[in-house]
């Protein structure tokens, strides 16, 4: 049985779990980061909101000074409108490519037009999004900090990375065990890793648990 760590919670990644319960993995799920709201100035005027993380949404439905229902909203990828969906916000934009940031962009600039946008983001976003975005048409506000967290996690034969603040977290006490495959969510968690001198074996492009778990699913036999 091989065993692997992913850095988010079992609420996070419940479809994986379901979908593979009877391959030979046993996962431990835990993400490294903790967040909490920021003070912030709402923007006046917009005319689209984009979602890199449905954290982002429930920051601001906890706010109660936007009603996000009545909002044109944009979100990054496919995986994080399953989840927007989950909390009854249906996405007019949803990027196709939501591993590779600036392809999101250009896709979503193209979209946007000459619309202003409100762009809700952690004190440690890398607000990649606003890339290809004239920075005109962004209202680009922290409304949450993201904590690092120092949890051991113990020898592994698979990691998955799902954010770079998870890689950050995760060196600060942690090594990777000897012959472990690497997982990263995407192009910025793949930088993440290389700062510490580590290549993954894989990338997921689209951001989605259907592609791990069709990685993980060719991992069993090797």
Not at 96 to 123: D, M, Q
Not at 144 to 162: A, C, H, M, R, S
Not at 199 to 209: A, C, I, Q, S, Y
Request: charged share 20%; hydrophobic share 40%.
């Amino acid at each position: 049985m091989k065993t692997v760590f992913i850095s988010k919670e079992p609420s996070d990644a419940h479809g994986l779990k379901k979908s593979i319960r009877s391959q030979q993995f046993q996962f431990q799920f835990k993400s490294l980061l903790k967040f909490k709201p920021l003070p912030f100035i709402m923007p006046n005027a917009f005319d689209v909101v984009f979602i890199s993380s449905v954290r982002s949404a429930e920051f601001l439905i906890e706010d109660a000074r936007l009603d996000l229902t009545k909002c044109t909203l944009a979100c990054v990828g496919s995986q994080t409108a399953f989840r927007l969906e989950k909390i009854g916000l249906i996405p007019d934009f949803i990027g196709s490519n939501a591993g590779n940031p600036l392809s999101v962009s250009k896709a979503f600039s193209k979209w946007l037009g000459s619309r202003n946008v409100f762009i809700p983001h952690s004190n440690l976003s890398l607000r990649s999004i606003e890339s290809e975005i004239s920075k005109e048409q962004i209202y680009s506000v922290e409304i949450y900090e993201t904590l690092l967290q120092e949890v051991e996690i113990g020898p592994k034969d698979v990691y998955v990375f799902t954010s770079p603040s998870n890689v950050d977290a995760f060196f600060r006490i942690n090594h990777l065990s000897h012959a472990s495959f690497l997982i990263a969510w995407g192009h910025s968690t793949k930088s993440a890793l290389q700062t510490y001198a580590k290549e993954p074996d894989f990338v997921l492009e689209h951001g989605r648990l259907d592609e791990l778990e069709a990685i993980l699913n060719t991992l069993i036999k090797s």
